[in-house]
DNA sequence: TAAGATTTGTTCGTATGTATA
DNA sequence: ATATACATACGAACAAATCTT
């Protein structure tokens, strides 16, 4: 999935291939993605690389993290609501 | 106990000093070790650093775990057994 | 039945150090 | 110098299983 030999880094493609598996649907609102753990092993990729993804992905209200219960994927209309406010 | 200019890292220094105890019979076949809790106090390191080894131990047929219960040592012979069947 | 304590299990958050390009 | 990416290690919160009171 991840290319060694890039023109994209490797944080965004991952970064691309997660917002897809969000805007696809493949990871359902209002549910928990893998945590951070197994995106690291499905990747291959370090511990900051997917905080990095997800922190991007966060920024731009696809998710939510709660600490100690998982990543969430919020709603589209919340998402918007919150790019609007702000309140990233 | 620990060596804080190390050349091994801290967790496999723990890893040594763990399978130790155990091929010593310090911890002895059947009985439970010290909880993840009690061993974080005594090397003084953080949760996910005594999880780390003792994942290892387990993966190496020395432990196992019972959740709610305790971490208890395995018998060499049962260890053995597992490693045979690659049950982990 | 219920509540609390203990223990293992899981998750996010953060920081530091190293290597590479 | 800066950005990327790795590994290690810390802390904290939450959850589930087990046992006791």
Chains 1, 2 share one sequence.
Do not use: C
């Amino acid at each position: 999935m991840i290319d060694w030999a890039p023109d994209e880094t490797v944080w965004e493609q991952m970064y691309d291939i997660l917002r897809k598996r969000i805007e696809t649907g493949e990871y359902k609102a209002r549910n928990p993605i893998p945590s951070i753990t197994h995106l690291e092993q499905e990747f291959g990729v370090a511990r900051g690389t997917v905080r990095k993804v997800l922190g991007k992905l966060k920024d731009e209200g696809y998710l939510r993290a709660i600490s100690g219960k998982g990543t969430f994927v919020l709603p589209r209309h919340e998402r918007l609501r919150r790019l609007e406010e702000g309140d990233a």
